[in-house]
């Protein structure tokens, strides 16, 4: 038996929102949710697809989510905004964010909207991508409830992977995408690091004394991360301070938490988001901005490669390379993650129809 079953998007979806559904999540923050899950599958982003299942049961049972959460616009000021997620799942407050950039952006030129009290929201690029469809460049951010980088010169965790997203859209080429954690990897390639067996590459995480730390398990454990780059020779300093600059966006400007000094018995982790629009016709007679991004990309593909078997790609090449692919061929889904979302579908009650996709 294969050690992955393909699983095509559509019966993803009806999986994710059937779990979601039954662990008292509302129809439209549960399609909204499971869609941006599988959008991450979708583009090759497998750690922030269904992997999350596991850990969203974790934060429910733990009673940091509120799965009937009611979304609300906190503060409204000129091309701003601040929504409230309620305690849910980040994924609607996060989704709604960036609709609202858009429409902002599109009255204003820019748009740029603060979510606090949230969770978990996922891959960052989804959102970036939200913006882009509609032909908006979009940039989104987050905090994480946890922390795990430790700063250059540290030896304990002080911020979250914080990832960073950017997309931009194109006229003839598909949007510019870039989609990064703040941290060397994210947490989610330590999970499917242990699940497939795999030691961590030097300069991934530390261990207790500050070594390179090769156990994914251990890892995930100790959650002792090096920033971008690794050590300070490396430029770590550099991917040190964008997790800092991600904390003060989306912590500090909208209200939420920094993890580090949140009460231990706070009742929600008050995660927080950030999401920015802007219009290319702000700053460009309509089409000039999509025209020139076009050529830059194609000049980007054009370098001559270091190894001719190996060409030079674009940001955004690889997800949407495998977003095609898998739109038509499905996700692969190791049986063991599997394995899991069948006992949390049993233990909520709710339908589980992966298998189908095998039958």
């Known amino acids: 038996m294969s050690a992955e079953l393909i699983v095509p998007a559509s019966l993803l979806k ?22 941006t899950l599988t959008r991450a599958d979708l583009l090759g982003i497998d750690s922030h697809g269904i992997t999350l299942i596991p850990l969203y049961a974790d934060l429910l049972a733990s009673g940091k989510v509120t799965p009937g959460a009611e979304i609300t616009v906190a503060r409204a000021f000129g091309a701003t905004a601040v929504i409230d997620g309620g305690a849910g799942f980040g994924e609607a407050p996060a989704v709604r964010a960036m609709d609202l950039a858009v429409d902002l952006a599109e009255a204003h030129g820019i748009g740029a909207v603060g979510v606090r009290n949230s969770n978990h929201y996922g891959a960052a690029g989804v959102y970036a991508l939200q913006a882009a469809s509609r032909g908006f460049i979009g940039l989104s951010m987050t905090a994480v409830y946890g922390a795990s980088i430790v700063p250059t010169f ?19 080429n598909q949007p510019f995408l870039l989609d990064m954690a703040t941290s060397t990897i ?14 961590l590459p030097e300069g ?17 454990s ?21 997790a800092a600059m991600v904390e003060v966006l989306c912590t500090m400007l909208s209200g939420a938490s920094y993890a580090p000094l949140r009460p231990a018995d706070a009742k929600a982790y008050n995660v927080g988001h950030f999401q920015l629009a802007i219009h290319p016709e ?18 980007l593909r054009a370098t001559r490669p270091a190894d001719p078997d190996q060409p030079v790609l674009a940001p955004g090449d690889p997800e949407h ?10 996700i692969p889904i190791p049986h063991t993650l599997i394995d899991q979302v069948r006992a949390i579908a049993r233990k909520a009650g709710a339908r589980f129809t992966l298998d189908e996709a095998g039958s």
């Open 14 to 35: 009806q999986q994710l929102v059937a779990v979601l559904r039954a662990w008292g999540v509302p129809d439209d923050q549960a399609d909204v949710t499971a869609e």
């Open 154 to 172: 540290g030896r304990e965790p002080r911020m979250g992977t914080n990832p960073i997203a950017l997309a931009a859209p194109a006229a003839r």
């Open 186 to 199: 994210a947490i989610g390639k330590l999970k499917l690091a242990m699940r497939t067996g795999k030691r």
């Open 204 to 220: 991934w995480a530390l261990d207790r004394d500050g070594r390179p730390q090769h156990d994914p398990e251990q890892a995930l």
């Open 222 to 242: 100790d959650k002792l991360m090096t920033p971008l780059g690794g050590s300070r020779e490396m430029g770590g300093h550099k991917g040190y301070g964008l």
């Open 282 to 299: 702000a700053f460009r007679d309509k089409g000039d901005f999509e025209s020139d991004l076009d050529d830059f990309l194609d000049c």
């Open 321 to 330: 390379a495998v977003f095609a692919r898998r739109s038509r061929e499905g």
